[in-house]
């Protein structure tokens, strides 16, 4: 059996200008709403996660939708999951998201954790997509999709991450299987481990020296 763990998960925030990227990361990370966030800034965020066992680290990487092409596909070559925010009252975000989606697939195939997220619910009023329209983004997107209203409460914002946390880890345990772990699981083993191992270690070279 595989001694690999699972210790981590890199996640980044992808979206146009003004959708809410900065807003749900750190609406994640402090369960606050500030409403006025530096624009177009692109920050890395890490948060720890206590499991049963320890704890597992998540590093959040809020994009800049201004950055280059170049600078997109390396996050994206980074990342183990991604978020695609667009705005429920802007219709041009989800346009921006096609693109994306497009990029996405060439660099991390069909399979790659990813949650579509319509985010501004609470302005419904204002809501610019209509019936069609939104079961034509169900066909494009196929799989977990979320309408959230970051500015409402923390609720929406833990269940995409708590869906998207599912998909990684899946992949995690399917790269296990298959010898081909790329998340995470990159750092030293802990002293316990080690002093385990060296133990059985001498268990067996003291059985070969008796027999
Ligand atoms: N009403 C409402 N406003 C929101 C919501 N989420 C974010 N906002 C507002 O939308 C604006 C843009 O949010 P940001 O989080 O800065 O958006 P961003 O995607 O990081 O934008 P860039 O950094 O420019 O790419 C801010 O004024 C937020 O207060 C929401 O759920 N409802
Ligand atoms: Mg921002």
Redesign the pocket.
């Known amino acids: 059996m595989s001694q690999k763990r699972f210790v981590g998960a890199k996640i980044v925030l992808i ?1 146009s ?7 749900f990361a750190v609406r994640y990370i402090t369960k606050r709403f500030i ?3 530096d ?3 692109e920050m890395l965020y890490t948060h720890k996660l206590p499991t049963a066992r320890d704890e597992i680290t998540l590093e959040i990487l ?1 994009t ?2 201004q950055s280059s092409k170049e600078v997109l596909e390396k996050h994206i070559r980074w990342g183990d999951g991604f978020i695609f925010l667009y705005s429920l009252i802007e219709k041009a975000s989800i346009g921006y998201l096609n693109n994306m989606r497009e990029v996405l697939e060439k660099i991390k195939g069909k399979d790659c954790p990813l949650v579509l997220v319509g ?2 619910s ?2 419904l009023s204002a809501r610019e997509f209509s019936e069609e329209e939104n079961n034509e983004l169900d066909q494009r997107f196929d799989g977990a999709k979320f309408e959230i ?4 409460g923390s609720q929406g914002v833990f269940e995409v991450m708590d869906e998207l946390m599912c998909q990684i880890k899946r992949e995690f345990i399917k790269s296990i299987n298959t010898g081909n772990v790329s998340t995470s699981d990159n750092k030293p083993r802990s002293k316990l481990y080690s002093m385990k191992k060296a133990f059985k270690k001498r268990i067996n070279r003291s059985h070969s020296d008796t027999f």
């Not at 200008?17 to 807003?23: E, N």
């Not at 209203?149 to 409402?152: F, M």
Request: proline content about 0%; overall charge negative.
């Open positions: 979206g200008s003004g959708v809410g990227k900065t807003a409403g006025d966030y624009s177009d800034k809020d800049a939708s985010n501004k609470d302005l209203s970051v500015a409402d």
